[in-house]
C-alpha cells in the first residue's frame, strides 16, 4: 500500500472550513484514499472514502486531484467536537487482492478553536 | 444499537504477569481486528480474524502474544511474560463481510493496558 505524508498538527476557527491535505504520490491506480478520525481517549472513528471522483457524506467532503497523488478532506463547518486526529490511508481493495487491513500513520492533529 | 465494546477499559499489572482483552463485536459481523496504540502514535495493526481464523497474525510482536476467536464472535488477545513496553491501549475493530467496498471499521474505545 502506498505512503502517505501529513502534516502533524493544523489549528483551524470554529465555524470556519478545516482543509486536512494528504499526500499519497506513489499511489497506484486501485487504491482507495480513506480518511478516519480520533477523538481523545476513543477508537477511530470513519470519515469517508473514494477511489477518482471527490466525494461528500454528512460528515465531511474529499477532493482528489486528479493525478491522484494528493487530497484534501473537508470539514466545513469545524466545530470545537471535531478536535482530533485525522488519519489519511490509502490501500487497494479486498476485491483487487489487497490487504484486508488499514495501515495507520502519525495523523494530523487538528485542533478547533473558539 | 451496541457498538464493540472492549474489557476491561483499564489493565494495571507487573512485569511478568499474563493478561487477557476481551472484544465483543457488533453482531453479525464476521470480520475483527486488533490493534496496538502508544501514546503519540497511529494504531499498530496486531492480527484480523475472518470468522474463527487468524486469517493475517502478521502484526503480532512476538510469540507472547497470542489471540483466539473460538466462536466467531468473542476476541481474546492473550499476552504472557508482559513487559514495559507492552504498555498501550489495545484496540478493538469490527466489520461486516465485504466490508473494503465501504471501507468501515467499527472500532471500541479500546483497553488501555499498564505494566509496572
Known amino acids: 500500500d502506498a505512503k502517505t505524508t501529513q502534516p502533524p498538527s493544523m489549528d483551524c476557527a470554529e465555524g470556519r472550513a478545516a482543509n486536512l491535505p494528504c499526500n499519497h504520490s506513489?499511489?497506484?491506480?486501485?487504491?482507495?484514499v480513506y480518511w478516519y478520525r480520533q477523538i481523545h481517549s476513543q477508537g477511530p472513528q470513519y470519515i469517508i472514502h473514494?477511489?477518482?471522483n471527490n466525494e461528500t457524506n454528512e460528515m465531511a467532503s474529499l477532493i482528489i486531484t486528479e493525478d491522484r497523488k494528493s487530497s484534501t478532506l473537508i470539514l466545513p463547518h469545524a466545530t470545537l467536537r471535531d478536535t482530533a486526529v485525522y488519519y489519511c490511508i490509502v490501500r487497494v481493495a479486498v476485491t483487487q487482492g489487497g490487504s484486508e487491513k488499514l495501515v495507520f500513520g502519525k495523523g494530523t492533529k487538528l485542533t478547533v478553536n473558539p | 444499537g451496541a457498538g464493540v465494546s472492549q474489557t476491561p477499559s483499564n489493565k494495571v499489572t507487573e512485569k511478568g504477569k499474563y493478561v487477557e482483552l476481551r472484544c465483543d463485536p457488533i453482531s453479525g459481523h464476521t470480520a475483527l481486528y486488533w490493534y496496538r496504540q502508544s501514546l503519540g502514535q497511529g494504531p499498530e495493526f496486531l492480527i484480523y480474524f475472518q470468522g474463527t481464523g487468524a486469517a493475517d497474525d502478521s502484526g503480532l510482536p512476538n510469540d507472547r502474544f497470542f489471540a483466539v476467536r473460538p466462536e466467531g464472535s468473542v476476541s481474546t488477545l492473550k499476552i504472557q511474560r508482559t513487559e514495559r513496553g507492552d504498555s498501550a491501549v489495545y484496540l478493538c475493530a469490527s466489520s461486516p463481510q465485504g466490508w473494503s467496498n465501504t471501507g468501515e471499521l467499527f472500532f471500541g474505545e479500546g483497553s488501555r493496558l499498564t505494566v509496572l
Open positions: 506513489t499511489i497506484s491506480g486501485n487504491e482507495y
Open positions: 473514494g477511489l477518482k
